[in-house]
């Protein structure tokens, strides 16, 4: 009897759990302004972000505070990803080029999720195959779990069935924070860079 009760209360967490995850990343759920662009500004109240400890690919070690006064655009993947983060990487570097001059106001991370396999070494080279302003981002994997969870970050370890390779199974979002560390706009994958140049130029506008 104890144990049904058990399961039934685990269930209903994981059910409530997936349901305000769900209104969350739904745009016109619980999201107050969503961009015919497919970005979205979460609503007030609801942290994402905070402080970090990671180490770069020169192996010096960084936090939010390693780039005063300036905005950060923050993509979580890994470098075995075979699909999904080679395309946000590309996304990525294509509006930095949009954005011009604005770009270096904003630095652009690229954090790992298979902090095994990705080394801050290999980090660094990795994202210099996009873009040469790309900063790739390891750590240990109590660092890099401890960041993806202050970013509302899901990832997961998959090993299909033909491979002894595994991959990783990972939310697939671009952070904007302002300069003060706070969550600007969210962006869904699949944005155009320019959508995304656009919707950076304006809340670095409307912030100066
Ligand atoms: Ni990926």
């Not at 972000?49 to 505070?65: N, Y």
């Not at 899901?154 to 979002?173: E, G, I």
Request: aromatic fraction near 10%; charge should be neutral; charged fraction near 15%.
């Amino acid at each position: 009897m104890g144990r049904i009760i058990r399961w039934i209360v685990v269930g209903l967490g994981v059910v409530l759990l997936a349901a305000s995850v769900a209104l969350w990343m739904r745009p016109g759920g619980l999201n107050r302004a969503t961009g015919r662009d497919g970005s979205f500004v979460v609503p007030g109240g609801v942290a994402v972000g905070g402080s970090f400890v990671l180490v770069d690919g020169s192996g010096r070690t960084v936090t939010e505070a390693s780039w005063p006064g300036r905005w950060m655009l923050i993509y979580f993947g890994y470098t075995f990803c075979p699909d999904v983060c080679p395309t946000e990487l590309q996304t990525m570097a294509a509006a930095l080029d949009a954005l011009g001059p604005l770009a270096a106001r904003v630095v652009p991370l690229f954090i790992t999720i298979d902090p095994e396999r990705d080394t801050p070494a290999q980090m660094g080279e990795y994202v210099k195959l996009f873009d040469e302003r790309l900063i790739g981002l390891s750590g240990t994997p109590q660092q890099i779990a401890a960041v993806a969870r202050a970013y509302r970050v899901y990832y997961a370890r998959v090993t299909p069935k033909d491979s002894t390779a595994y991959l990783m199974d990972h939310s697939s979002f671009m952070y904007l924070m302002g300069p003060d560390g706070t969550l600007r706009m969210l962006f869904r994958p699949d944005m155009s860079a320019w959508d995304l140049a656009k919707a950076i130029r304006s809340c670095l506008s409307a912030a100066s």
